[in-house]
């Protein structure tokens, strides 16, 4: 008498993880324009191909690029921060009058600055996680405080005499190798980082979830206030790492004019790199490639010889296209949504 064995039922299989291609479309499309222009530019002005050009280049962007990392999470949590301009003048004063006075090691210099950038990082942190006011409007107070506090520091005065501590991550020889800036080198291994951690780790998919819809985020478990904490105070950090890059790109003097204008470039790279302004979707690959499309056009623009205006109106350009396409993906996918909801 034979007897057969139990069906045994199929082992459950392991649901894998949906997640959005690495490179976006729009990313590719950044790609497309940058290569673009830097053709244009190299045909118009053969100097701009040179490596005293594009060396220049790539160390203005870092800055811009790195204050964008954190300004990326940050908007991707439906907040913004326009307050990074005074974070950098303060950051900045503080670490170059420490580095006249003290002659710091560059190891103290960067954790000096970026201790003071995560400490008003976390300032903004607090009012906005437990104050329950707009990102914008704390934001824009903080700006001014922070600003008033860099113009206290500087006390009406340059300061002069700042040391070659920091060349390392300056225009000059010592600050690249290979002819690579280190600067920049050290902006992609965040980037690396940041949307290493955004794409494959719980905590960075929280952002998103936070950006999508904070209540339903809240109700899933999330610790809503501490991650948009957490936001602030990364973008504080980098803001204080970002301001070495600034000091370094300067002379042995530092005047009240640092920092002026840079939220609204750091703003724009996030913007024109595909970051959605009404949070919940973001890319740091985008950033980094808005910072360096921002810079190739102010460049350009002062390479052609053409009024320095029309950076910020080809930038202003750019980001009104950029904010276009994001209100036409976000409507394209609020109909899929009504036509899935329709067919269920």
Same mark, same amino acid.
């Given at each position: 008498?034979?007897t ?8 459950p299989t392991r649901?894998a ?6 490179i976006a479309g729009?990313e ?8 673009l222009?830097?053709?244009?530019l190299?045909l118009t002005t ?5 490596a005293g050009?594009?060396q220049?280049l790539l ?5 811009i690029?790195l204050a964008?990392i954190?300004?990326?999470i940050?908007i991707?949590t439906?907040?913004i921060?326009v307050s990074?301009?005074?974070m ?5 004063v503080v670490?170059a009058k420490?580095?006249v006075?003290f002659e710091?090691?560059l190891p103290?210099?960067l954790?000096?600055?970026?201790a003071?950038?995560?400490l008003?990082?976390l300032v903004n942190?607090l009012? +906005?996680?437990?104050?329950r006011v707009?990102?914008i409007? &704390?934001?824009? #107070?903080?700006?001014? $405080?922070?600003?008033? /506090?860099?113009l206290?520091?500087f006390?009406?005065r340059?300061?002069n005499?700042?040391?070659?501590t920091?060349q390392f991550?300056g ?10 800036p280190?600067a920049?080198v050290l902006t992609?291994l ?6 290493w951690y955004?794409r494959?780790?719980?905590?960075g998919r929280?952002f998103?979830?936070?950006?999508g ?7 899933a ?8 904490l957490a936001?602030y ?7 204080g790492?970002a301001?070495?890059?600034?000091i370094a790109?300067g002379t042995?003097?530092?005047d009240?004019?640092?920092g002026?204008?840079?939220e609204?470039?750091? +703003?724009a790279?996030?913007?024109i790199g595909?970051?959605? &302004?009404?949070? #919940?979707?973001?890319? $740091?690959l985008?950033? /980094?490639?808005g910072a360096?499309?921002v810079?190739?056009v102010?460049?350009g623009?002062?390479q ?7 950076s ?7 980001i ?6 994001d209100l036409l ?15 269920a």
């Amino acid at each position: 008498m034979t007897t057969t064995a139990p069906p045994t039922s199929p082992r459950p299989t392991r649901r894998a993880r949906v997640l959005p291609p690495p490179i976006a479309g729009q990313e590719l499309v950044l790609v497309a324009v940058i290569a673009l222009m830097w053709v244009v530019l190299a045909l118009t002005t053969p100097a701009f191909a040179s490596a005293g050009s594009i060396q220049p280049l790539l160390v203005a962007t870092a800055p811009i690029a790195l204050a964008g990392i954190g300004m990326t999470i940050v908007i991707i949590t439906g907040g913004i921060d326009v307050s990074v301009g005074g974070m950098m003048m303060v950051c900045a004063v503080v670490t170059a009058k420490a580095l006249v006075a003290f002659e710091l090691a560059l190891p103290l210099a960067l954790g000096l600055s970026v201790a003071v950038g995560g400490l008003l990082g976390l300032v903004n942190g607090l009012l +906005i996680a437990y104050g329950r006011v707009h990102a914008i409007i &704390i934001t824009f #107070g903080t700006m001014n $405080v922070f600003l008033f /506090v860099g113009l206290q520091i500087f006390a009406s005065r340059t300061v002069n005499g700042i040391p070659s501590t920091l060349q390392f991550f300056g225009r000059g020889v010592a600050g690249r190798t290979l002819g690579v800036p280190h600067a920049f080198v050290l902006t992609l291994l965040i980037a690396a980082i940041a949307w290493w951690y955004l794409r494959h780790t719980a905590g960075g998919r929280h952002f998103y979830a936070i950006g999508g819809d904070a209540q339903a985020a809240r109700l899933a478990g999330i610790d809503v206030r501490g991650r948009i904490l957490a936001a602030y105070v990364v973008t504080g950090l980098l803001v204080g790492l970002a301001s070495c890059f600034l000091i370094a790109q300067g002379t042995s003097s530092l005047d009240q004019s640092v920092g002026n204008g840079k939220e609204l470039a750091v +703003i724009a790279a996030v913007v024109i790199g595909g970051t959605s &302004i009404m949070g #919940g979707r973001g890319s $740091v690959l985008g950033t /980094v490639l808005g910072a360096l499309l921002v810079q190739t056009v102010t460049s350009g623009v002062t390479q052609l010889g053409w009024p320095s205006q029309l950076s910020d109106l080809f930038v202003g350009i750019f980001i009104i296209v950029a904010v276009g396409a994001d209100l036409l993906r976000e409507r394209a996918r609020r109909r899929r949504l009504r036509a899935k909801g329709a067919a269920a």
